[in-house]
């Protein structure tokens, strides 16, 4: 039995894109010091596709950034277009052939995808590429889109783009690059994040977040548009709106709550400063006296400095955190498996002691990690734990290329509020409302928030069939 | 710089092919065995496809059989129906992404293939393919074949098959594995071998060599038919005349010259007889006088055998072959650069010390280590060296999945007989008529000889064109 | 050539140690959980050996404790007695054959060690055990420390390691493994920290950081005295004085600066209280007025809480650190270049543009990073930037198993403070004075302060033998 | 369970080792082809050092010699003087803690040192260094003798060789490397091979097989003898009589048997030559009508082809042995099991079928494999088969570094000719005498036949006790 100390109790994002046209410049190396700025979005699989005009090359394996890539397989990837990938897979042990981005030959040459999101109707679509003959070598959606775009009607890249693009139906943030060109498009519902900027060397890249462009130096950095298609293969951009805006745009809200870097602009919105404000917004909900307020680190740091802020409680370090033990097939010892986090967290027993603490988490999903937290901080000394989660209870699985969980995993679908804070043995509890976190956040609307509501905002199937098929 | 000091001046044989059905048995350990005795014909892949009557599941890599598999990988391929490959691979550096079985999901449910053999119209297969819409992932004809049968019509795979294999036009020997049955496929010319027997616990295997037919403990072994599909998918086998064989049948000469193991069947010949009887008619060709005949090992040594036993010449080991140095990246140093392939062969120096020897290769094809060879026996001081080849003279490239080489590298191409026996140091050289050669083989025709006489069974290109592409 | 982005301007810490005693539990996954609470203490190799009563057995290798064990080597150290280690080698490229524990056959029996420290007379008496006879097989004083064991007089183990201690000078914090014990020894000058705590299950564990001992659930955690043996083979401590304490202790100060975990305690305070109380000082130190505070993460961290807190300007978040970039062989392009620690840190702009922003950082070593992070900031558009550091300018190189740098390499040896200044880029730079810190800390002495003031408190060479000699 | 298909029923050499002196030459390079030649003696780890004048520089490593250098290793490796090592290890898993050559520091400079025998009074010398102090890192009798040489009286290494050579009872042919040279010495009972030569280059090598020499190109070869120093740091060697050569000179038969390369000198005799002898002997020592004389491949070839000509009995291939099979740790079907050996050998069924077969094979130690070999034979068709055994039968275990098993395993200890001939399922059996082996090799005293007689030529401890202790 693996044993996942690092990942803590959270949604896992499912990938991160990237795509750069750089003349003149190893765009390569640019995508290899641009992948571990999305590292976080996806730690099982990393690749790199470049063309140079006739040719595209790519390398990709199984691993993190650093392990995939070295010197040799990275200066074999000559070009000046380049798209690259990080991937979380979901189910099943990670192997290279789920790897990104995916290349095939097309009647029109060759063609490279990597893709962010997930398409709500991949099933029907599959069936009727199978149908026309053709054979698929994965489950992925992403090879759906791929050999549609193989199929496509149109005389140029972006026509067959646009041809096909309102068949998908889901989440999708691609990168798309051919032998002399590099596309990026966002769905129309804008679920997913993707930006582009201006390198300091005159090219252009666009990343899954900003902060990753912020990494490669660039500016004039602005988000893709729902529905856009934008060209990087000259020295200006290209701009298509190929899909109108969905009337009803469906940002994910857990990219302010957890995904995204807090260095990335998400809706025009600092990510760290719209944590602050969650963190203020929690304690206005709901006001409190105590005496610290600490964070989880790390995604819940800001929203605790936000915290203290308007409530004038002092924020200190609770937890240190191991930054080194990950992944192990190695089980605990008895005495150790009592302890649970311990070995992932210590805690500052002098910064709890006999006090009353507030600690921020961002949010329950499974429920499995937040009560050995709270004892934790109780078994060093803490006269009350007051919780406070800066979303709302999580009651609902995505479908839209986040893996919360099932239905019987999650544990507000199953769980009152009163019983999880007795499950987590806190003093109080307190999620943050949908309306204070949309405050929060200053929208009203154009989020997805299916996860906490259950509205989708596009019909879903809850029971996909499975193919019998382990390619 | 990589140093091979493995492969001697040798054609390179393309692929090795295996299916088993075997109800109630651990199909994947069997052909684990079974690609063992198929590793001469492809060490640089191997993969496995088991079936077990609802899904495909595969593990391929790149390495020896050995190196591939272990007990994990091998003991997740449950099923009754399995198909395996060993593969050599031409171009680049070997990748994952080469190896075989090829796996897809089809509108009829998943199928793995697996190819031994060379599509002489695989290009314009595969345009007709892009241009149909289906994406393409590598540029390897075994993907066309795939892709075709995927897109084919018909009720049943028999059907399907038989729709598209007239398209085929060139040498494919192949097994195919669907989720509930095993085909073994052979081209109407006969070019590549192909074998069926009975497996002791009551199921059939096909390999591409009766050897390895063996080591699994089959019986009733005979070959497939040029033309025909077998299906293993029960009890019986089913065997169907899908394709009318070709007027002209051009079995591959060179299986018995060099590919085959020496304990296989090709063509209702065992290859260790042939080989005996090839050095035999070296003899009566050209009778000499001499003290010794030595094989260059392995390949050489029935032939060596028959040459003696014929000539009364006594037959001796000359050679000492070093089975553990392979392909390494270090360089020799130039004192040993000097001597060549000493670092293979070491001499038995009493055994030609003085004498009349000859020596008996089965092929020259580079040139470019039959003249160290002799150099290793003069220098052990032979008095005289009669090299003596039993095969003609390789003049053309190969189209039909062996590597021979290119009109520039073949040396027969660009030098005469005489200049190749200077260039090799030796006192005498005779290559094999392709008249005596067929007489020892004791066939006529039927045979594909063009690497020696240009003429091809089909026409064909000498110089494809090449895709854009890199997958 | 290498590019370390993980390294930053820090000095090195060489080894973590840890023992424990434990019956009727796996001692050896205990070791590996605890050993992951010391991995900041040596990344570069681990091991543990375990004994059983009769025998020891033994598993080391070079990377991170997760790649060196797995369920099979791990389960394969059984017994009740166990040490284990982790590495930071100072010279080459990280081999197995330093890593340590080190392990003998003596005529007492089998033992093994474990070594936090460095002796500087390792060299004499190295040449005395040569001299003796005795080959060693690397330049490590832990072998030197190992052999003097192996050699020395007297019945029991307290009595051989009490009768060669007194020859040992210099910093040793020491783990020893027999075939039936544990023993934990600290120098007389203390210069390395070593506690002891009683585990939840009965036994007792040993550890460099009391923070390793909190994760292992460790109760009645105490520092080992300067020149104590302590004894973990029974269900009671036995404690020997075995060389009286020197009179002026030695503890580094580092471990408070950098180097301990901040949940360790180090001369009975806690490191993350003392950090704070250093921030308060660098505030009282020199008063003014600014923005926002911001640590360089993470050390830096509860120094800036504490700058915050005295000084009323408010904490916040300046930098993000990329987890996950480390030691790469990939150049940067050019432009990448430019941007120098941009690839490692990202900065949050909103949280500094157009502010006073006071910079706080616990150490300037080599000062080849200082600038870069200040770069950062202005560019992000900071109106000042006041950088604060924790300790005193680094002007002495260290000779207690710490790796400094050499004079040649330590900038505040090279340049005066307005220099540095200037060099960073910063618009006012304060370093802690040693009084200031002594003061935050709260002793007058017992510490060693070498690398800031040059007084050893050992007589050092500064320029030791080399042998001719690359075990 | 591990299931080795490749080492059949053979006495296992121990280890192979070499010695370079060549100025102006890659000694390196040199060495690492010259362990190829080395490489059946000793599969399981492989070392080489080098000295430049000052340094001695190591690699080991697990693994075939192939497994263990690269370009980047073996290029580090600077310098004139060098010595290398292939391993065979007789317990336990293999590591590189046992790899060779052993290198420590003295007190006159660094030594490596690289054996190949067996000391019998190990476990007397192990404990004098214990006693003196020394504590010792592993279980080899190799570390024992590095020891004593760092501890030995004397101004050279030639006087400290001489000094400690006495005390040494049992096998070894040793290389040793100093700062600035090479020795060789071999003990004055001659057990194991060792020979030195003159490299085209002006240097000299020395190793295990003079075969190894020849692949280094090597001249004026000569056996170094019992009893002799040979130092090879001069352009002309130098030659010591350390110790006289024993009375009873005690070389090790097996080396003509099954040990040595086919063009190895052993005891002045060429072994292919030797082993042609002991085939013409079997068939005067019990002639026989029969149809074909064929080898188990390959050791067997010589003595079978010597067979074919005094008997006039035609020589054949009967079995091919596939090359690729190794150790696996996949266990066959039961389908698979019940056919033993045909997984490594399958049979030229023509060669065999209705016919008197003599089979020849070198020796039967534990008797597991040769009734597979023979039923393989007979299930092909075979009339009779009449096994014949270059070797008298082995009763005893060898103390000489040969793992011939002990005497639980040892076929011939526990059953008579007779019962071997029934369980082997053989016509007829014949193994050779010892007097007819003598009279074949052509000496009537002066080797060591204890494993066939029993007569130890130094009294042995059957029993030796072992350590606590697993370094």
């Given at each position: 039995?693996?044993?996942?100390?690092d990942i803590?109790?959270?949604?896992?994002?499912?990938?991160?894109?990237?795509?750069?046209?750089a003349?003149?410049?190893s765009?390569?190396?640019m995508a290899?010091?641009?992948?571990?700025?999305?590292?976080?979005?996806?730690?099982e699989?990393a690749?790199i596709?470049?063309?140079?005009?006739?040719?595209?090359?790519?390398?990709?394996g199984?691993?993190l950034?650093?392990?995939?890539?070295?010197?040799?397989?990275?200066?074999?990837?000559h070009?000046?277009?380049?798209?690259g990938?990080?991937?979380?897979?979901?189910?099943g042990?990670p192997?290279?052939?789920?790897?990104q981005?995916?290349?095939?030959?097309?009647y029109?040459g060759?063609m490279?995808?990597?893709h962010?999101?997930?398409l709500?109707?991949?099933?029907?679509?599959r069936?009727?590429?199978?149908q026309?003959?053709?054979?698929?070598?994965?489950?992925?959606?992403?090879?759906?889109?791929?050999?549609?775009?193989?199929g496509?009607q149109?005389?140029t890249w972006?026509e067959?783009?646009?041809s096909v693009?309102p068949?998908?139906?889901?989440?999708?943030?691609?990168?798309?690059?051919?032998?002399?060109?590099?596309?990026?498009?966002r769905?129309?519902?804008?679920?997913?994040p993707?930006?582009?900027?201006?390198?300091?060397?005159?090219?252009?890249?666009?990343?899954?977040?900003?902060?990753?462009?912020?990494t490669?130096?660039c500016t004039?950095?602005?988000?893709?548009?729902?529905?856009?298609?934008?060209?990087?293969?000259?020295s200006?951009l290209?701009?298509?709106?190929a899909?109108?805006p969905?009337?009803?745009?469906?940002?994910?809200?857990?990219?302010?709550?957890y995904?995204?870097?807090?260095?990335?602009?998400?809706d025009?919105?600092?990510?760290?400063?719209?944590?602050?404000?969650?963190?203020e917004?929690?304690?206005?909900?709901s006001p409190?006296?105590?005496?610290?307020?600490?964070?989880?680190?790390?995604?819940?740091i800001?929203a605790?400095?936000?915290y203290?802020?308007?409530?004038?409680i002092?924020y200190?370090?609770?937890?240190i955190?191991?930054?080194?033990?990950g992944?192990?097939?190695?089980?605990?010892t008895?005495?150790?498996?009592?302890?649970?986090?311990k070995?992932?967290f210590?805690?500052i027993?002098?910064n709890?002691?006999?006090?009353?603490?507030?600690m921020i988490?961002?949010?329950?999903?499974r429920?499995?990690t937040?009560?050995?937290?709270?004892?934790?901080?109780?078994?060093?000394g803490a006269?009350?734990?007051h919780?406070?989660i800066?979303?709302?209870p999580?009651k609902h699985?995505?479908?839209?290329?986040v893996?919360?969980?099932?239905?019987?995993?999650?544990?507000?679908?199953?769980?009152?509020?009163?019983?999880?804070?007795?499950?987590?043995?806190?003093?109080?509890?307190?999620?943050?409302?949908?309306e204070?976190?949309?405050?929060?956040?200053g929208?009203?609307?154009?989020?997805?928030?299916?996860?906490?509501?259950?509205q989708?905002?596009?019909?879903?199937?809850?029971?996909?069939l499975?193919s019998?098929?382990?390619?």
């Amino acid at each position: 039995m693996e044993m996942d100390y690092d990942i803590s109790d959270h949604p896992r994002e499912e990938c991160g894109v990237l795509g750069i046209f750089a003349p003149d410049e190893s765009v390569a190396r640019m995508a290899y010091f641009g992948l571990f700025a999305l590292q976080h979005r996806g730690q099982e699989a990393a690749g790199i596709a470049v063309a140079d005009g006739r040719k595209i090359r790519i390398h990709k394996g199984v691993g993190l950034v650093s392990q995939v890539f070295n010197p040799e397989n990275l200066s074999q990837l000559h070009g000046d277009y380049c798209i690259g990938h990080t991937r979380y897979s979901t189910t099943g042990s990670p192997t290279v052939h789920n790897a990104q981005p995916y290349l095939i030959e097309t009647y029109y040459g060759p063609m490279a995808v990597a893709h962010n999101g997930n398409l709500i109707n991949a099933e029907e679509l599959r069936k009727e590429l199978l149908q026309h003959g053709v054979g698929l070598s994965s489950t992925s959606d992403t090879e759906v889109i791929t050999m549609m775009l193989a199929g496509a009607q149109g005389d140029t890249w972006e026509e067959r783009i646009c041809s096909v693009m309102p068949k998908w139906r889901g989440a999708y943030s691609l990168v798309i690059l051919t032998r002399d060109g590099v596309f990026a498009i966002r769905d129309p519902w804008g679920f997913r994040p993707l930006s582009v900027g201006l390198l300091p060397s005159g090219g252009h890249a666009v990343a899954s977040e900003s902060g990753a462009l912020q990494t490669l130096g660039c500016t004039a950095i602005r988000e893709v548009h729902p529905g856009e298609i934008i060209s990087l293969s000259d020295s200006a951009l290209k701009v298509f709106q190929a899909v109108k805006p969905a009337e009803n745009l469906a940002l994910c809200t857990f990219e302010h709550i957890y995904f995204s870097r807090p260095d990335s602009i998400w809706d025009g919105m600092l990510v760290h400063e719209v944590r602050e404000r969650l963190g203020e917004a929690l304690y206005h909900q709901s006001p409190i006296k105590a005496d610290i307020v600490i964070p989880v680190p790390d995604s819940s740091i800001p929203a605790a400095i936000g915290y203290a802020r308007v409530s004038g409680i002092p924020y200190n370090v609770g937890f240190i955190k191991n930054r080194y033990i990950g992944r192990t097939f190695i089980e605990p010892t008895d005495s150790l498996r009592k302890q649970g986090v311990k070995l992932k967290f210590n805690v500052i027993a002098r910064n709890v002691i006999g006090k009353k603490v507030v600690m921020i988490d961002d949010s329950i999903v499974r429920g499995n990690t937040t009560g050995a937290l709270v004892k934790l901080i109780r078994d060093a000394g803490a006269a009350e734990i007051h919780l406070r989660i800066t979303c709302p209870p999580i009651k609902h699985p995505c479908y839209m290329g986040v893996d919360m969980g099932t239905y019987d995993e999650l544990i507000a679908h199953n769980l009152s509020v009163e019983e999880i804070r007795k499950q987590t043995g806190s003093d109080s509890l307190e999620f943050m409302s949908v309306e204070n976190m949309m405050k929060a956040i200053g929208k009203e609307t154009g989020y997805c928030n299916a996860c906490f509501t259950g509205q989708y905002p596009l019909a879903v199937n809850h029971n996909p069939l499975k193919s019998g098929f382990e390619g």
